[in-house]
């Protein structure tokens, strides 16, 4: 770990991180979030320059994350002390809001285009709507002048300073952990053209695509398609770059070869994520799907108003539900 | 150092100094949902809190599926995403009616479970 | 007589190896009959039967006359031993009882009976009395009929039992048991009114005074089976060590002998004095009084209190080899009879006077025993157990009829009342024999322990302490008797009158009802019963002196031989003196008897004894002690009786007041202190029991505090513990989740340090 941190800077940075937002959560009447801004901040961009200025040494292996990324850390990491530290609850959804979107940027950044896609649709098109209804919802009443408009619950942290101590602390050993365990992982010297990594090799099971893409590079007629396998799939092989067509109508077969590789034919993070999802875990699915039907159910049976009937009532109003249905013949199971 | 603009580099690695950027961020993030929740009394804050603390496990997930180059950890992050939703669809709903209890979102209504 | 003479088998042969035993010397000890077991079992039997009828309700005399007619039975055993014995002691076995046997030795304590003369003339008192006194108990105790009455009568046996284990045990362990049942039976007779406090105190002043002395008994125990490595006395007395060493104590060889020999003596000695009452062990005598009279009668006058000077006969032989022990003896023989005496000489209450007398006559029988006569200190046990139980019962018999009245300056002149002939008669008698009056049984038995002192080295100053006592015995004797027999005929009743004389089916002389009586008190003179065990004793008592002429087979040193002597020199218990041997022979008698002595073989050279050489004989006023004293103790008890007469009858018109009154006030404080018993139970409050109860208080300071604290603080720590905890239970949601992090914090710390930076994961 100490290659790619100092654990100075790491201590360091957390001493400064709580102080500052021990400084940063709301008070009432208190003058000195700014300074406790500029000390997070700090703190932060120490982080980065480590980081940064490790990435240059050939010891490392390699360069840096990049310009795009510090920037969308940037932007998240504020963003996310801006949720805590902000007063009004609404203020705190919209920043969270930012939050998400630069987490997307940071997921492009990775390669997960299709998760980051989902994470602003699902989480901030849908989640966090639901969270601002509830928030205007659930207002709590106003006690009058500006600055004390806001109700102690949003205007006050409870025990700032102990708990940014707590957090930080455990930011330091997570960040120990997490970055120790870097080393130890396995992969990390697979290079572009290595023989044992194949990305591609899924588009063995999309037999589809790889038609469509050959058609639309003109290597196959319309007549042709991949020659299919058992199982589904198409003869293709990605690590030495040949794929068998076959004519359907005349049942011959024939190789399109390395040198005639086009060059639009390689799975896309959508396909490989989409097969994954499909062939290995579709159980998950399935359960995922009930947590949802539940999850929904739940949420309106909770949130029913429960409204007290007198008995009279309740009596007509079972003989209003039970008369709405067809009457059973006695005795036969309907 | 050099500014990389690569997009959809999926095909090789994450260098050690590449990836350890992205755990850093996950932790920080992580950390300031903690104390978040650990310092805001309002109910609904809290839950967002945590959702913050879902987004940095996010991110630690795919910087780590990118690391193990599978897609596992893209898939794992889409049901942490469906967990989430349901999560926050029944937390709400208890949010609310908690509320309608005590005509007040503060946490510090609730401490009947005091021993 | 059947005897059989089991030579080699009788002793189990692991007793071989046992120090100092060896088959070889093993004596080879007779069996005797079986029926001599009837004379303690059948007082336990009565003690059961007794039981019974307390448990079945009973509410007649019947348990007086069991243990009445079982005791007399078992007198009769006694007197069919004693003229069935030939002269060679025996054991009679019960049945195997201690039997541990080791590899190099082994304990053997069987429950069997050792009968020799010293045996047979002690229970011949023993059941004797026994009898007789439980007759008189039938009577006196007839108030108390139903439960207490067999309560009495089965302590009264058990105590008979108890004595008759301790008298005829083969072994100390035996000797032991008898030992604290007689213990246990006079701490439950004294506390017979258990319903009144002082007499529960006393029977707990008596069991634990005694209990001091039995710890010294039991030491002694111990060591007898360490050093010669057995407790039975047939293997004891003819072990080979043990006469070594007597051959070297009798001639004063006392170098040669082991230390622990010597503490084997001490520690006897220890529970003698506690069981016999001597200084500093004798608090308890008086105020076992409490219990009622019969009680007082027999065991702490007769039987249980010569329990002591058993212990000392029959193991005499142990004694002689302990240089110190005799001479201590002595002493505090001595010292305990002028001390009681002095005592006795400034109370007011009979019985206690009684008792203190009892107190100082045991020293007699201590110090007698202490100048090397066995024989005197034996046969002084004798007399007086005769003569105090009939002082006890006379006294007892005065307290019963006058509803519990003791004190001698509200009684007077009671010989003229009507039907009080007997006990006045009884009373003479004792008191004579008490004062040691010339030609009474005490007479004869003081004087051989008097002359004695005067003839052994170093024991002179004993002699004249002792002369002294005997005078101070005979002026309080008889104040006693002048001021309560003789002059005025004047009584004021007790407190213990009762209304109802409900016939119970004895006929008692109701001939002193006086119906123009104007005090409305009639004495309740004493029936049959009590008459009859009076005159007998009285008979007795007289008779005894004659035992004094009585006597068959060899003597030394006196000019004839008695009953005692016999008895005693056939036994265990026996030792002539070389020093009265040397003083016989400066008298007139050396030469008649010198042919006697070359035969004898225990005679030893003249002069040469225990307490060391001496040429010259010891002599009192140039003559051989043992016919001065004839002389010179008649002339002490006489002065003594003059003086009472003086001060107590002559010119007496009241109860209340005497001459003695007046001189007495010249002493100053002096009568008064007598009277309070020198302050010895005060001093042992303030140094024994004080002390201890602070000691008590401390521990139970310490056990609330140190020990019931380290309970209570394994009980709060639950509780602290939970006091510590309970605030983590706010019911605040972010104080359960800030404790979920610190866990998680922590879980990690030990994984960092563990398995990262501790080699590697």
């Given amino acids: ?334 | 150092m050099t500014p990389m603009l690569t997009l959809g580099v999926s095909e090789y690695a994450l260098p050690a100094s590449v990836l350890a950027p992205y755990l850093f961020v996950s932790a920080a993030m992580f950390a300031i949902g903690l104390i978040g929740f650990l310092t805001r009394k309002n109910l609904i804050i809290m839950f967002l809190c945590t959702e913050l603390m879902f987004q940095a496990a996010g991110l630690a997930l795919i910087a780590f599926g990118r690391h193990h180059l599978g897609e596992d950890g893209q898939t794992f992050v889409i049901f942490v995403l469906c967990v989430a939703a349901a999560e926050a669809a029944m937390a709400l709903a208890l949010v609310v009616l908690l509320f309608r209890r005590r005509e007040t979102l503060s946490a510090e209504a609730w401490k009947e479970l005091k021993g | 007589m059947i005897t059989h003479l089991l030579s080699g088998t009788f002793l189990p042969s692991v007793l071989a190896s046992a120090p100092g035993a060896d088959t070889a010397q093993a004596a080879s000890i007779a069996h005797g009959p079986k029926w001599v077991l009837l004379i303690p079992f059948l007082a336990l039997l009565a003690a059961c039967l007794n039981g019974v009828y307390a448990a079945m309700g009973n509410k007649t005399k019947l348990p007086a006359w069991t243990t009445v007619a079982l005791l007399a039975v078992s007198f009769f055993a006694t007197v069919a031993m004693a003229t069935g014995f030939d002269g060679n002691a025996y054991t009679v076995k019960a049945f195997d009882w201690i039997q541990v046997h080791g590899d190099a030795s082994s304990f053997v304590a069987n429950f069997s009976f050792y009968v020799d003369t010293l045996t047979i003339y002690w229970m011949l008192f023993v059941t004797g009395l026994a009898t007789l006194i439980a007759l008189y108990a039938s009577e006196y105790m007839s108030h108390d009929v139903g439960v207490s009455y067999s309560r009495f009568f089965a302590g009264f046996a058990l105590f008979v039992f108890s004595m008759s284990c301790l008298v005829m045990g083969d072994n100390l362990v035996m000797l032991y048991l008898g030992w604290e049942g007689v213990g246990l039976c006079s701490y439950l007779l004294i506390g017979y009114y258990y319903k009144k406090p002082a007499a529960v105190a006393a029977a707990k002043k008596a069991f634990i005074v005694n209990r001091v002395g039995d710890l010294g008994l039991a030491l002694g125990l111990y060591l007898v089976f360490v050093h010669f490595g057995t407790v039975e006395y047939a293997a004891l007395f003819s072990d080979e060590k043990l006469l070594g060493y007597l051959d070297a104590a009798k001639v004063g060889a006392f170098d040669q002998i082991p230390a622990i020999a010597e503490w084997i003596a001490l520690l006897l000695m220890v529970g003698a004095f506690g069981k016999s009452a001597q200084f500093p062990l004798y608090v308890w005598l008086p105020d076992a009084m409490e219990g009622p009279t019969p009680v007082s009668a027999l065991i702490h006058a007769a039987t249980m209190v010569t329990a002591g000077v058993y212990l000392i006969a029959r193991f005499y032989p142990v004694f002689l080899i302990s240089e110190h022990a005799l001479p201590i003896v002595a002493w505090i023989g001595t010292i305990t009879a002028l001390l009681a005496a002095t005592i006795g000489m400034a109370q007011f209450d009979i019985k206690r006077i009684m008792a203190y007398s009892t107190v100082s006559q045991l020293g007699y029988m201590f110090a007698g025993l202490g100048v090397l006569t066995p024989t005197g200190g034996a046969y002084h046990v004798l007399t007086h157990a005769f003569f105090k139980a009939l002082l006890f019962l006379c006294c007892g018999a005065v307290m019963h009829g006058f509803a519990g009245q003791l004190d001698l300056r509200k009684l007077s002149g009671l010989r003229r009342v009507k039907g009080w002939g007997v006990v006045t008669f009884g009373m003479l008698v004792g008191c004579l024999n008490l004062a040691g009056v010339p030609f009474t049984a005490g007479y004869f038995s003081k004087d051989t322990i008097l002359a004695e002192a005067f003839v052994t080295p170093g024991a002179s100053l004993i002699g004249w302490i002792l002369l002294l006592t005997a005078g101070l015995t005979a002026y309080y004797t008889f104040r006693v008797f002048f001021r309560v027999f003789m002059g005025p005929t004047e009584f004021h009743p007790g407190d213990e009158h009762h209304d109802d004389h409900g016939d119970d089916g004895d006929d008692h002389a109701h001939d002193d009802h006086g119906h123009g009586d104007k005090g409305g008190f009639h004495p309740h003179a004493p029936g049959w019963a009590i008459n009859a065990v009076l005159a007998t004793l009285t008979i007795a008592s007289l008779a005894a002196s004659g035992l004094y002429f009585v006597g068959s087979g060899e003597h030394h040193g006196t000019e004839t031989k008695h009953y005692a002597d016999t008895m005693v020199s056939s036994s265990t218990a026996s030792y002539h003196s070389p020093y009265s041997e040397h003083a016989f022979h400066a008298g007139d008698h050396g030469d008649s008897h010198a042919a006697d002595d070359h035969a004898d073989p225990n005679a030893v050279q003249a002069g040469v004894g225990p307490r060391g050489t001496i040429t010259e004989p010891l002599l009192l006023f140039g003559q051989d002690p043992h016919k001065v004293m004839y002389y010179v103790s008649g002339v002490v008890g006489v002065i003594g009786i003059g003086l009472a007469w003086c001060f107590h009858l002559w010119g007496r018109t009241e109860a209340a007041t005497c001459r003695m009154d007046s001189l007495a006030r010249l002493f100053g404080p002096i009568p008064r202190w007598a009277e309070n018993k020198w302050y010895v139970d005060e001093f042992y409050n303030a140094a024994i029991r004080v002390p201890l109860r602070i000691a008590s208080h401390l521990m139970h300071w310490f056990d609330k505090l140190v020990i019931d604290g380290i309970v209570n603080l394994a009980g709060m720590a639950p509780r602290m513990f939970g006091w510590m905890v309970r605030p983590s239970q706010s019911g605040v949601l972010q104080g359960y989740a800030a404790g979920m992090v610190g866990g998680l914090a922590m879980l990690l710390v030990v994984i960092l340090l563990v398995v990262r930076l501790g080699g590697g994961s």
Wanted: aromatic content about 6%.
């Fill in chain 1, 1 to 334: 770990m100490e290659t790619l941190i100092s654990p100075i800077i790491l201590y360091t940075f957390c001493v400064l991180g709580a102080a500052g937002l021990s400084l940063a959560l709301p008070r009432r009447g208190s003058k000195l979030v700014p300074i406790g801004m500029i000390l997070l901040g700090s703190a932060f961009a120490m982080v980065a320059v480590s980081f940064a200025w490790r990435a240059s040494e050939p010891l490392t292996g390699g360069a840096g994350p990049g310009l795009f990324f510090y920037l969308f850390a940037a932007i998240a990491l504020g963003a996310s002390i801006r949720v805590i530290t902000h007063p009004r609850p609404v203020y705190s959804a919209l920043y969270f809001i930012m939050t998400i979107i630069a987490s997307c940027g940071m997921y492009v950044l990775l390669g997960a285009e299709f998760v980051a896609f989902a994470l602003v649709i699902i989480y901030a098109g849908a989640i966090l709507i639901t969270y601002l209804f509830v928030i205007m919802l659930a207002t709590q009443a106003p006690t009058g002048t500006e600055d004390d408009m806001l109700d102690d619950t949003d205007a006050v942290a409870r025990e700032p300073v102990v708990g940014s101590i707590v957090g930080f602390v455990l930011m330091g050993l997570i960040s120990i952990m997490l970055l120790g365990g870097i080393e130890t992982g396995k992969p990390g010297s697979i290079k572009p053209g290595d023989p044992g990594f194949q990305p591609d090799a899924v588009l063995a099971s999309l037999p589809v695509k790889v038609d469509k893409v050959l058609r639309r590079a003109n290597l196959i007629d319309a007549d042709e398609r991949v020659l299919r396998t058992e199982g589904g799939g198409g003869v293709f092989d990605a690590a030495a770059r040949t794929i068998t067509i076959e004519h359907t109508e005349l049942g011959t077969t024939r190789v399109i070869g390395a040198d005639n590789w086009p060059e639009e034919l390689s799975a896309g993070n959508l396909d490989r994520l989409g097969w994954n999802l499909l062939h290995d875990h579709p159980m998950t699915i399935e359960i995922a799907g009930i947590i949802l039907l539940m999850a929904m159910l739940g949420a309106t049976v909770l949130a029913r108003k429960h409204v007290e009937l007198e008995d009279s009532l309740k009596a007509e109003q079972a003989k209003r539900l039970s008369g709405a249905q067809p009457r059973p013949s006695g005795g036969g199971a309907s």
